[in-house]
C-alpha cells in the first residue's frame, strides 16, 4: 500500500499528525463523494475483505488489510465490500464514513502514544481534529452549519434578492464581489466533497438536488463550464440517478 502516497513516515509533532489527519480524511471524503462511482465499484462483494484507506497525500484506496501482524497503523474497518448490495446506498456510505472516521482518530492518537504527547499536546490535537466536521458529517450532509446554509442559500435562491454585495449566477454558483461581506455571510458553508470551509477567492457552485455546496475545483466545473447548465447535480446525486 506505497503506491498511492502511504510510503511511511512519521509525524512527530501536533501539527504534523494533524496535517496527516486531514490529508488521509480528504481522500477518504473524495472516495465517498466526488469519487463515488469508482469507490462503489472497487467494493465488489465477491472480492475478499476490504478496506477503505486514506493517505496523507489526499489519495484513497480500497484494498485487502495489511499482511504483516501487528501491522504498522491500526487497520481501517475489515469487509466493507460485503455489505454493499446488502444496504441502501446511502446508508452503506454513512457506515462506512463512521468506521472511516473511527479509523482516522486512531491513527492520529496512535501517533500521538507513539512519540509521547502528553495530556495538552492530545487535549490541542483533539480540538484541532473536532474543528473539522465528521466524514459521516460530509457524506450525510448532518452538520448544523450545512443545514443552516443550505436553507438560507434556497431562500436566496428563491427570492432572487440579495443585498450584501455578493454576486451568485442564476442564484446557483457564484464568484465574490464583496469579500468582506461574503465572508460574513458564506463563512460556515462546507464543500460537500472535501469539507473545508468557504473562501470568498474561490469559485463554488451548489447542486440544485441536495443543495450542498461544492468548490468548483472539486467536482470539476469552472465558471465557464458553469455557464451552460441549467440543473446541476453533484456527483453523489448523479450517481443515484444512474443506479436504481
Not at 102 to 126: E, I, M, T
Not at 204 to 209: A, L, M, N, R, S
Request: proline share 5%; net charge negative.
Amino acid at each position: 500500500m506505497d503506491a498511492t502516497g502511504a510510503a511511511a513516515y512519521n509525524p512527530r509533532s501536533v501539527e504534523e499528525v494533524f496535517r496527516d489527519y486531514k490529508g488521509r480524511r480528504s481522500g477518504m471524503i473524495k472516495a465517498l463523494t466526488t469519487d463515488v462511482e469508482d469507490f462503489f465499484r472497487q467494493c465488489d462483494p465477491e472480492k475478499e475483505n476490504l478496506c477503505l484507506y486514506g493517505f496523507p497525500s489526499e489519495q484513497w484506496e480500497v484494498n485487502l488489510p495489511a499482511e504483516e501482524v501487528p501491522p504498522e497503523l491500526p487497520e481501517p474497518a475489515l469487509g466493507i465490500n460485503f455489505a454493499r448490495d446488502g444496504m441502501q446506498e446511502n446508508d452503506w456510505l454513512a457506515l462506512v464514513a463512521v468506521h472511516s472516521d473511527a479509523w482516522l482518530l486512531s491513527v492520529a492518537f496512535y501517533f500521538g502514544a507513539r512519540f509521547g504527547f502528553d495530556k495538552s499536546d492530545r487535549k490541542r490535537l483533539f480540538n484541532m481534529i473536532n474543528d473539522l466536521p465528521t466524514i459521516f458529517e460530509v457524506v450525510s450532509g448532518n452538520t448544523k452549519k450545512q443545514t443552516k446554509m443550505a436553507n438560507h442559500n434556497s431562500n436566496t435562491s428563491k427570492s432572487n434578492t440579495k443585498g450584501q454585495g455578493s454576486e451568485f449566477f442564476q442564484g446557483k454558483y457564484g464568484k465574490v464581489d464583496d469579500e468582506e461581506d461574503d465572508e460574513d455571510e458564506h463563512g460556515d458553508a462546507l464543500c460537500g466533497a472535501c469539507g473545508e470551509n468557504y473562501a470568498s477567492d474561490e469559485f463554488w457552485i451548489c447542486c440544485d438536488v441536495c443543495e450542498r455546496w461544492f468548490h468548483g475545483k472539486c467536482v470539476k466545473i469552472t465558471p465557464a463550464k458553469a455557464e451552460h447548465i441549467k440543473q446541476y447535480k453533484c456527483p453523489t446525486c448523479s450517481s443515484k440517478r444512474m443506479r436504481p
